[in-house]
């Protein structure tokens, strides 16, 4: 049991360049949700699904793309990317959107 | 506006001494409650919640939370720390909005251990 993974780990991208994170979730949970993570600011969400086929935007949800076409994963699109995207990446999943379980993270850099 | 404030940036404690972190919030309404922690270069691991009930809160690794409403806190505490505790502590309020439970996290409290 798995849990929570993301990949890649690492990326730095040039800007204008393109790229999709991976998480998996091998919980059976139906919520999964993309944040990032900048210094001092906490973690602000990205996007979130609820369910298999739907997403949603959540706080910055701006520069980004989501999509869950299966419930065990959840892919977060940069088609653009700028050095303003450059951060922590997380995701997270949840049973019945309580308590959420957290992926290892990727770290991005856009130069 | 929900809010969720830490105010502790930095914290430094020796080994075997008492722990509190702080967490107020600003909700209308009694929210969900958690505490997460974060070791360096890791994501972040639930420590515990509160939904309801009993205002004392069990976690894991010896922590544990209490839920003041009069106050709206919810602070955390360890009675005696160990060097393995230093971390960075996310507290979050959890509320219903748009049809799901959306979190919303504090900046952190990040924690050092003298030995």
């Known amino acids: 049991n798995a849990g929570v993974t993301q990949t890649p780990k690492f990326r730095v991208l040039k800007t204008g360049q393109s790229m999709t994170l991976l998480c998996a979730q091998d919980m059976n949970h139906e919520y999964m949700y993309w944040y990032r993570q900048d210094p001092g600011m906490g973690l602000r969400l990205i996007h979130y699904s609820v369910g298999e086929g739907t997403t949603a935007k959540g706080e910055v949800p701006d520069g980004y793309n989501v999509s869950r076409l299966k419930k065990q994963n959840f892919l977060l699109g940069l088609e653009s990317a700028a050095p303003s995207q450059t951060s922590v990446y997380f995701c997270a999943s949840s049973l019945r959107g309580d308590a959420q379980f957290f992926g290892p993270g990727t770290r991005l850099t856009v130069l | 506006a929900q809010s969720v404030t830490q105010p502790d940036i930095h914290i430094t404690v020796s080994e075997g001494a008492s722990l509190e972190l702080r967490c107020n919030y600003s909700?209308?309404?009694?929210?969900?409650l958690f505490w997460y922690v974060q070791s360096p270069g890791q994501g972040l691991q639930l420590l515990l919640k509160y939904f309801s009930g009993d205002t004392l809160v069990q976690g894991i690794k010896g922590f544990e939370a209490e839920f003041k409403r009069s106050q709206s806190s919810f602070n955390l505490r360890k009675p005696s720390v160990h060097w393995s505790d230093a971390a960075e502590y996310f507290c979050?309020?959890?509320?219903?909005?748009?049809?799901?439970?959306?979190?919303?996290f504090g900046a952190g409290t990040r924690l050092a251990v003298h030995p």
């Open positions: 979050a309020v959890g509320l219903r909005s748009g049809g799901y439970n959306k979190l919303i």
């Open positions: 909700y209308g309404a009694t929210p969900y």
